[in-house]
């Protein structure tokens, strides 16, 4: 599977064999690639947990539910939107669903265009989610390759202190923390104090980013 067919990949998991076959044919119909499981044990096992696409999930099944499933996606924080779908009304659940990530909870039936409509949506929250996903383990990556004492001039620059006062902080000198912060902007792939900042206020701002909160 492409890229291109990997952004439009939904997960159909519903333990209604009728359900999935009827979603399946209207989703690809609309030029979705598709995969169906019959219950949450078999997602797991075999879905698609690279974190492409959505999942349209039903609440209630045999063995791990719609919500015990929802809530392991949220823990292993996988970019992948999830829509629920359910034949039971229940305001009180789809609000907390919705407040912990959920893009929407659909009752059945539901007509195509709310469903085809929703999908998008989820489609393009999963792509940004992807985007950030992406950009964090690259930011982490190059972290990953500082010494200890570059971590040092990284944070003390980062939080404003000039070379003078880090040379002082760390009790080397100026010519030596010169060499350090040349040494951190290379490995960051940073030109600029600013664009160094900038990405280090991201990255903190994202590792307490609630799941499937975008702003």
């Given at each position: 599977?492409?890229?291109?067919?990997?952004?439009?990949?939904?997960?159909?998991?519903?333990?209604?064999?009728?359900?999935?076959?009827?979603?399946?044919?209207?989703?690809?119909?609309?030029?979705?690639?598709?995969?169906?499981?019959?219950?949450?044990?078999?997602?797991?096992?075999?879905?698609?947990?690279?974190?492409?696409?959505?999942?349209?999930?039903?609440?209630?099944?045999?063995?791990?539910?719609?919500l015990e499933?929802?809530?392991?996606?949220?823990?292993?924080?996988?970019?992948?939107?999830?829509?629920?779908?359910?034949?039971?009304?229940?305001?009180?659940?789809?609000?907390?669903?919705?407040?912990?990530?959920?893009?929407?909870?659909?009752?059945?039936?539901?007509?195509?265009?709310?469903?085809?409509?929703?999908?998008?949506?989820?489609?393009?929250?999963?792509?940004?989610?992807?985007?950030?996903?992406?950009?964090?383990?690259?930011?982490?990556?190059r972290?990953?390759?500082?010494?200890?004492?570059?971590?040092?001039?990284?944070?003390?620059?980062?939080?404003?202190?000039?070379?003078k006062?880090?040379?002082?902080?760390?009790?080397?000198?100026?010519?030596?923390?010169?060499?350090?912060?040349?040494?951190?902007?290379?490995?960051?792939?940073?030109?600029?104090?600013?664009?160094?900042?900038?990405?280090?206020?991201?990255?903190?701002?994202?590792?307490?980013?609630?799941?499937?909160?975008?702003?």
């Amino acid at each position: 599977m492409n890229g291109t067919e990997k952004e439009r990949l939904v997960h159909v998991v519903d333990d209604d064999e009728a359900m999935r076959d009827s979603l399946q044919w209207l989703l690809e119909g609309s030029g979705h690639h598709v995969r169906t499981y019959a219950d949450a044990a078999s997602f797991l096992a075999t879905g698609g947990l690279s974190g492409s696409g959505c999942v349209l999930l039903d609440v209630r099944m045999p063995g791990m539910s719609g919500l015990e499933l929802f809530e392991e996606l949220r823990r292993r924080e996988l970019p992948l939107p999830v829509i629920f779908i359910t034949g039971h009304g229940d305001i009180p659940m789809a609000v907390r669903m919705l407040r912990k990530g959920a893009v929407d909870f659909l009752e059945k039936p539901f007509s195509d265009a709310q469903l085809l409509d929703r999908i998008e949506e989820a489609l393009d929250r999963s792509r940004t989610w992807c985007e950030r996903q992406r950009r964090r383990q690259e930011i982490e990556r190059r972290l990953a390759s500082l010494s200890q004492r570059e971590r040092e001039v990284l944070t003390l620059i980062v939080a404003g202190r000039l070379n003078k006062q880090v040379a002082d902080d760390l009790g080397i000198s100026i010519k030596t923390v010169e060499v350090y912060r040349a040494r951190v902007m290379e490995k960051m792939a940073c030109d600029s104090l600013a664009e160094l900042v900038q990405a280090m206020t991201w990255w903190e701002e994202e590792r307490v980013r609630p799941w499937g909160q975008l702003e």
